[in-house]
């Protein structure tokens, strides 16, 4: 704005100077006249002597500026009623009066001094001999003297007549002028926008500051020769184009970040630049030339570009992605679904976001996730569940959906980001595999019952005969079948719990009882159908707990047949019941055998993981009961934990809220 | 010594359930037809009976249900049997007097079919 602003006040004060110049003109043009009219009056004759007297009095009085005459000596003999008037003084004042004695000495000025008394007497005359001085009030005053000598026919010696023009105004208006047109130039030139004043149809450079002379890389020597020639390779650019429109219709024309490439050093350097080109008009309205304001936002467009082809580039992976993406402001409401999303939808953009994301959730599971979802919104926290969603045919389909908030650098929440992926397939896979396992299991417990149910009949109906008359041992050998028997009755139960725990079915049946009999119980029970292994009970407390009696035990037993299962060398137990804080109790069961890797105890409690030993095959089992223990125990929120070493044998733990109800 | 009548579909447990049942004494009828409990019951005039949860797609606590209802039938009690785990409550809701889980000890079994049908005093 100011750039434009600055030609304008100085084209008003050109104007000014050409009417300063014009009525000065005008004033030489009218004393010129008059001395014509003077001079022919003179030659010619009708006016009487005294007449023509009269005459030569009136056009002195009415010369327009000050007019004095002198005699050799500087004194004033003559001063016209310009002069009084200007001037102030008074015929009597100055009449004889040396010149610088005027005025208060006006015109005691050095310079004008050496010219009267140099100047004047080796010339005869002197024109337009431009002054400045301070005045009595200390103002800066500019005159323009013009002298010539005058020699009376009467009066021997010569005269001179000086006139005396005050040229303040028009001087100080010049000045102005430059000043403006100086700090308008220094403002082009400082300014860090690429400027350039064009000329004429050619586009000739009248001025170019240094920013565009840089950029233009053509050195600092452009001005006066056209745009087109100091930068051939613009040509090609469809530049010439933009400027001849802009010049013949006055209409600007602005771009934004439109490439450009110059020719630097023999190389063509490419850049981006915001520039408007503007009509120049003179003052009569005509368009003379073409300016140039420009700014080069190369980094700025280098940078945005680069935005937009990585935005690009997500949008084309998150398209490309099977997974359903989908973008949320920090409120929760969808801003962007991409293109899987859509698909299964069936909807276009538009029509999908103006619709409320909830409704397409299964009824089910509906309010939960709104809820879950609100929780997220609040705390900033990840989400993660499984839901169904319903799809373009009515059908709900089971999705596992993960949304992460986006933070920005200050830790506000820019945006979520939410991922769906289905699991429709696995979730039934899961389903058959859960029904086949129960069925499974069922079935297998249909002939162990039959098989346990005539072992046991054998066994009892055996007693009543006499078994001395058999020569085989029959008894030891159903107590085996038995004993397998159980142990398959084991297994099955294992899965089942397997099975339940995964569905989310395992039901604890609590009961409130004394854990140190409970573990006492348990092991006189071992004991009785293993009668070879050696347990050790220490009871450092006391303790009533409320848990599901059944299930405890099955941990315990996990833990003493682990026990005696990796300790192929022994058969040495200790089990010990402490409280392990004033809020929990907890059981330990020791064995001295073959021991854990450290690597391996982050894994036992792993579903299906087996600890491996020399020969794989040495431990039987499916990798379950640390698994189902780890489970069951969680689920009475206690701990479950092992401490070993290899070769220094194991010893598990778990603990139980003393105070569970 | 009772007579018990013994209702599953699978014939192996039906009849390793009445090899064990008499050689403890009783007299056992082993069915495979549900729908025919009844029947099965007045013509055999039985003191109890055992009953599966699940057979051949009928439902045993249906069967358990109905019988209960049945003035003629009501008074025999009935244990029920299952593999399945945690239904032995909505067996007992069904009106059954005991629930066994599928595989059981023999003597688990005796036991229970003895507390119902010789009852010590103080227990019903």
Known sequence: MQVRSTPESTMEQTQRVTELEEKLLRARNELKNLRQTVNTRNTGSGISPSGKEELKNSIIDNIHYPLLVLDEDLRVVFANKKYYKEYGSKVEKIDGELIYDLGNGQWNISQLKKILETTLLTKS???????????????????????????????PGKYIMLSIEDQTEKKLAEIRLKESQHKYKEMIHSSTSLIAILKGPEMIIETANKSIKKVWGKGDNVEGRSLFEVLPEINEQGMPELFEKVYKTGQPYTAKERPIKHEVNGKLVPGYYNFIYQPQRNLEGEIVGVSVIANDVTKQALLNRKIRKSEREFRELVNFMPHKINMADPDGNVIFYNKSWLDYAGKELDEFLAEPWPLMIHPDEREQVVEEVDHCLKTGCDLEMELRIEDKNGDYKWHLCRATPVIDDEGNINSWLASSTEIQKLKEEEQRKEDFLKLVSHELKTPVTSIKGYVQLLLSSLQEQALKELNTPVKPYLKRIEGQVERLIRLISEMLDLSRIEQNELELQKTEFNLNEHVEELVEDLKYSNKDIEIEIQNDCDCDVVADRDRIGQVIINFVTNALKYTPDGNRVEIRVFNESPDNVAVTVKDFGI???????????????RVSGNKDDTYAGFGIGLYLSSKIIERHNGKIMVNSAIGEGSEFTFTLPINQN | MAKILIVDDDQTIGFMLKDILEFNGHEVFVSQKPRRTKENILEYKVDLILLDKLISGVDGTDICQELKKDEEVAEVPIIMMSALHNVGDICKEAGAVDFLSKPFDMETLNNKINSILSPEPGTS
Not at chain 1, 133 to 141: L, P, S, T
Not at chain 1, 595 to 609: L, S, T, V
């Open chain 1, 125 to 155: 005359s002197m024109n337009n001999f431009e002054l400045k001085y301070k005045n009595d009030e200390g103002q800066e005053r500019y005159i323009c003297l013009n002298a010539s000598e005058i020699h009376l026919k009467e009066s």
């Open chain 1, 595 to 609: 021991g854990i890797d450290e690597k391996e105890q982050q894994q036992i409690f792993k579903r299906f993981y």
